[in-house]
């Protein structure tokens, strides 16, 4: 298999650490394609960011199409997931969203615990656009904005665990999901100090494209009904415009 | 009142028939400022054409928004609209929300009737986003995409006047909303053939644009705690830069 | 423009209040008349209490018909306004929902404030009634009772304006509804103090109202189907008997 | 025990029919006390007709409330209920909740069957109201309004049957309730061509209004935090205007 | 009547406390059967218990069919309510469920209140599953789960009068349920010092199980076409096995 | 990794199919260890039998935990399931939720197809208990139960592919779930004649089985604060009784 992983953040460490997790999952018989933005913002943190960046993320998937056989839209929030899945003939994968589902198979309520209050309000709307939001438990986040997104994971590591801890105890959640593309890898650092099953969205991602490539029959996508048709465009990438015109070839 | 008509649609002649309507709403008193996008698609029809288009949307008001009191999205599907309300610091209205909100103030439940099936469901995440799903009665539509977009209001009519009876007749619909920006104008031809109030979504943005202005403090907006952090980016119009970045000037 | 205004409180003084800030929201060119229930209670202040008051707004509204292009219930929690609505061939506005509707367009999430956790349920009610829950962030009310309800615009304005700021930084709402014919003309005066929109529920009913008149083609309101049959009764004003029987003139 | 039944319709004779059958579900230990309203309508079939006659209803039950256990609205759609629930000190039974809740106790999922589309709208709304919507499968009524509400039990039995059997066949509704008071006593005489429970609104009404007794606590009612303050009034009937004003004896 | 009470918890001293609330309220001409579970668990208090103990529940229906009007589940939670209901051909009350549905027959809005955390969740879903989560208030427990359950009704009196108290005072609550078995008839204790309506689950099962035989045609049970089909099994008991065969006498 | 794939239905043919396709999810470096149930029912297609499948299915995990990275139950409907997740400290997955989360990552709207109307509700009550009722466009059924359910899968075929169609044509689902064990294998064949994704719900159980064990640490889940208390048992199986009593040694 090989998954593209693109990263929306403009930050190539990022991408290299979530890369690094994605290859821990795959093994060394599949292959990560990793793709960091070189446009947009450093660090998507709202609606509109998003708005942006999901016109971002369709051209970075256009681009990159080629042998691949699903798609992962890396940023929690899921910028463009939902216009992406329509218009590319492959499983494409949230991080979010792949997250919030893999965390109501594996208890029955989740919460979600993230870094900033700054992102809880777009990341309800992903816990309601996936339409879980009856089996999720709450997102807590520590309350004031970090002053620095890049390194929260051992900054507010203590603070995050006891966030966790609330979620469990107080909100009654079974899983726990580390929003948040900065939060990459720590679930498994403190998963003994939680006591719940903690989810690691890169992790879940990555999981489940693997999942869905083994479910989702090929041929299925390009026979989709709900494709939109064929159509002209005016300035967008030649790959994008490709694809909207129904002329890629991958 | 100077209010900024934004067609993410590139179709000057649909935005010269929305802006006529508009005029005629506000009277000589009010200027409407309408703009077509120079990019994107000539009409758009899906979530994947709308998340572009909603990025064009916010370049387009960023550019005109000096001396404007409030912004309509001109498009039935609201591209970009939820970004752009968070983002610039006046009213932004949506002609799908503004239309639905409308409808429910005019009777216990609204249906939407448009030309295509290729709408229905796009609309129908319109309604969901509003919050107002409990109070529609339903999406109706012909079997068919029509050939020709432009002139379906004329040669779809005695079909939409059929699909609006049945909305009424057979889901109890008290409010028929007229929905896609190819309908302006038609609700008030067919108002004396549909047992129901029949909205046009144009008047319905322009009506409530107004009303906006009216209702909400000017000062207000600046002062929101859920704006965005001002932020650097990469490749975005300079108007818009501006924006992202708390340093426009209007 | 003419617009009715019906105060089903037993309040003069209220009612005057109101009519001179929507006067205000009319400009000198649209009219507005005013009339104050005498019967009833001084303050609506429960279900009970609302399904008596929606009998006595369907009598008022009914007895000054003519010449009318529009009727505001002039009493946050609406009492009447679907019995009324269904009933009269015209737009019929209530001050909570149309605040409610208004607050769904100018931000993602609104919260209501008000004077009394006596109004709290009825107020939600409200909101549930309108089907906007989803966009609710909850109703903030001070601990207890006022002594006085018609001072507590001045006596409890900085618990107002602290429980306004706690709904933006605690529940997360981009808009502010104050609740209550009390509170009417407050919003624009504490404006500055809370970070986020303010909306004055009288003022969003006098707008909703003029929009409703130019989005509705009048004829409509006659031809609805889901209309009541004509009906004989007992018991009724003679006003508010022909319209039941389908035989007033206006 | 000594029940109330007040029938908001101006009918004895549907109040005579609605009597009979709750002595025979009380048995002779216990007794009916049967009113009629004596204005209003004939029979209540809007919203606006109902907002009326729950006035009525509270003046009913105000009127009749000395050694009384419990008040029955005998009126499908329970005109009043919630107002009369929250005012006086003992359980008020509504005949479309408690045919409702009683319908969700014998099966999964329960439909309403009636004898016109004129009701079907108050009737989903009682639903709602209910808080059942998610167990229930619909409202079924014929096409047309019947000439005649009076016989309606015997003129359109067979298609209230095949309504019925639709509600089971192709809804999968486990129950059936048979809604609207002209309907009272049918469901025992079709329940053997029904493949489901059928539900008697009268009879449910007078069984839960029994158990009702028998649950709830005599004091309780009376200690009740959320029991409207006491309140002066003008123009109520003089039993009504004791209640409000919690001078009421009985 | 016959009223067959099966108690799911292996204690004979819970289903002597509920046996005795329980013929205390048919009263002496009607009958109550009460029986113990001779296996499974002391006592229920998770949904894998809850699964093993209503496959119990059916057994013990089953064993005891002959000549029963009516069969309680006793124990809150409702294991194998369901599942009781679609199979045999009489009414089946659920304690917690009945209470709820009574519950919310007696005001606005129930919270449940219960004796440890650990049955939070099971109750949260038992409001779920009857559908009135909307009509909830919210389940307060003390925060650590007690040292002996069957004492907890007096150990824990003051605290859950204080828990009710809140439930009230803070979550506006008319109606209280007194969740769990080992609180069998403590609502009558402490109703004067609640301001609200108390509810005791075993009272409401009983008299729900008396209004069900009242209003349910006796013949509808065995036409029900959601009924499963007649069908062979291996290692049930011979009784339930004859059942599940369609070949029970009764 | 180990999967156990327990079959509640006493099919060891059934089985075989299933552990066939398994097996060629998992390729030849995992192990599938498939059980069939020695008891209960042929086919499990009730509530009611799905209460007493799911006490064998704890019964069949407790006896096979041995080794096991993960368990699966291999029947549409998840007997148990719930109730094993919370008992078991590995994931559980059940055949009807890992289908519908998956569909819920490969399109926007999602249906199911089945071979029987008697599957109906439960498959309903199955997206229900996921949560993501939301998303699912509704459950496709013929109109009759099949003679035989062994052979579902050839002889209903051209039947199915219809139902399918239809469900993608007129109600919307860009992703179709073939529920049902008998189907399983299916998918892969239809998929050509179907505008659409088709989802074979034992590939996605265990598709989706693999990525829990790749997402979830597993101390993770002897941690859970969620799990039930240790507790004394009658009439269990050992293995089952020692994991209630928390000494299962594994």
Request: hydrophobic share 50%.
């Amino acid at each position: 298999m090989r998954l593209l992983l693109v990263n929306p953040n403009m930050s190539t460490a990022m991408t290299e650490t979530m890369a690094t997790i994605a290859r821990d999952v795959v093994g060394p018989q599949h292959e990560i394609i990793a793709r960091t933005a070189d446009r947009g913002f450093p660090y998507i943190a709202s609606r509109a960011e998003a708005q942006i960046a999901g016109g971002i993320v369709l051209e970075m998937i256009a681009d990159n199409l080629s042998g691949i056989d699903a798609a992962i839209v890396a940023a929690f929030g899921d910028p463009g997931l939902r216009a992406a899945r329509e218009l590319f003939d492959l499983p494409v994968i949230g991080m979010a969203e792949s997250a919030l589902m893999s965390a109501a198979m594996l208890g029955e309520r989740f919460s979600v615990v993230t870094f900033s209050p700054a992102m809880r309000r777009w990341y309800l709307d992903c816990v309601r656009d996936s339409g879980l939001m009856e089996r999720c438990a709450g997102v807590r986040t520590p309350q004031d904005h970090p002053r620095n997104v890049a390194d929260v994971g051992t900054a507010l590591r203590a603070e995050l665990v006891s966030l966790a801890r609330s979620a469990v105890e107080q909100d009654d959640a079974d899983v726990v999901v580390l929003g948040g593309a900065p939060l990459a890898g720590l679930a498994k650092e403190i998963a003994a100090d939680v006591p719940a099953v903690v989810v690691d969205p890169i992790t879940a991602a990555v999981a489940q494209a693997m999942a869905m490539v083994r479910i989702a029959p090929k041929q299925s996508f390009g026979l989709r009904r709900s494709k939109p048709l064929a159509k002209s465009s005016v300035g967008l990438s030649q790959a994008l415009a490709d694809v909207v015109r129904h002329e890629a070839q991958f």
